[in-house]
């Protein structure tokens, strides 16, 4: 049955009637770097960091990070995936490390950058952040120039870089995206999860002036929900969200990632999903999604 995609109760009737009732002035502010100085890292680095980002937490953007990487350094790329969820980390949870240095170490000098980057199960680098640091929940002068300086230090080493954002559109999440020439937005069916995916990406749409992003489903209930959540998640901006150029944004479906209870089951653990059951229905989507990713975004490469 397609009761749950229809009008009166999907979550895109939610999103319409969130939208509708929202007033142009109600964006929150965010600051934007580039915009009044030279290019940022994304515009020297074209199509090799992405951000996975996602409107709500819970949503599985971690999950999705770490195994996209192990799935990407499969297929034979140099990945680094970077914590930026500079306040409530969890990167290091998720992948079961226990790192000696952080980027909090890094930002305070007490450590080189070099010695913060350690390889993760499945073959990808990593560099993580610390968890409840009070000073990295809001974007002052120096989280900003220590993170660029972070980003211009090792993207240039590695063929992709993938940040793992915190949730929503503080400034700090904001400011992570910004430095991506791609944004991932993780969501799932659930409409408080549509609905913050859609004020994430009507925000990255309005202030950030992107013209497209892209979009996985995760914990997808049945093959096809995904690309009928991502059209209807279309219509909702076609109405409501312009882009600098006068154009809807574009919202490009990257996939779905089934409920699968390996997922659950490789998480309680803290082990890679690609790892211990990459046969699995949940692992063979995240597979597709690499391969999606290599062909739209990494291919050809000008190394």
Not at 59 to 64: D, N, R, S
Not at 220 to 243: E, K, M, S
Request: charged content about 15%; proline content about 7%; aromatic content about 2%.
């Amino acid at each position: 049955m397609n009761d749950a995609l229809s009008p009166s109760s999907t979550p895109a009737a939610a999103l319409a009637a969130a939208s509708a009732a929202a007033h142009p002035d109600a964006t929150p502010p965010a600051q934007r770097p580039g915009s009044a100085g030279g290019p940022t890292p994304a515009s020297r680095h074209t199509s090799r960091i992405i951000a996975v980002t996602s409107g709500k937490g819970g949503v599985g953007k971690t999950f999705v990070s770490a195994n996209l990487a192990a799935a990407l350094t499969r297929r034979g790329h140099r990945v680094l995936v970077l914590d930026a969820d500079l306040g409530l980390a969890n990167l290091d949870v998720v992948l079961n490390l226990h790192p000696k240095i952080t980027l909090h170490d890094v930002f305070t000098g007490k450590a080189q950058l070099e010695s913060a980057v350690i390889q993760a199960p499945g073959g990808f680098s990593v560099v993580l952040a610390g968890s409840g640091m009070v000073e990295y929940s809001r974007l002052t002068p120096t989280v900003r120039s220590e993170f660029l300086n972070v980003i211009n230090t090792l993207a240039p080493r590695f063929d992709v870089v993938l940040l793992d954002t915190g949730a929503g559109i503080s400034d700090v999440v904001l400011f992570s995206v910004s430095l991506a020439s791609e944004v991932l937005v993780v969501a799932t069916p659930e409409p408080t999860s549509l609905t913050d995916a859609y004020a994430a990406i009507k925000v990255l749409a309005t202030q950030q002036k992107r013209q497209q992003v892209r979009l996985v489903v995760n914990q997808a209930a049945r093959p096809g929900d995904g690309r009928a959540i991502c059209g209807q998640l279309q219509q909702v901006l076609d109405r409501f969200v312009t882009t600098e150029s006068g154009r809807p944004m574009r919202l490009i479906h990257m996939g779905d990632i089934p409920a699968d209870p390996s997922v659950r089951d490789a998480v309680m653990r803290r082990q890679l999903l690609m790892l211990t059951t990459p046969g699995c229905p949940a692992a063979l989507a995240v597979a597709q999604l690499a391969s999606k990713v290599d062909a739209t975004l990494l291919a050809p490469r000008q190394d």
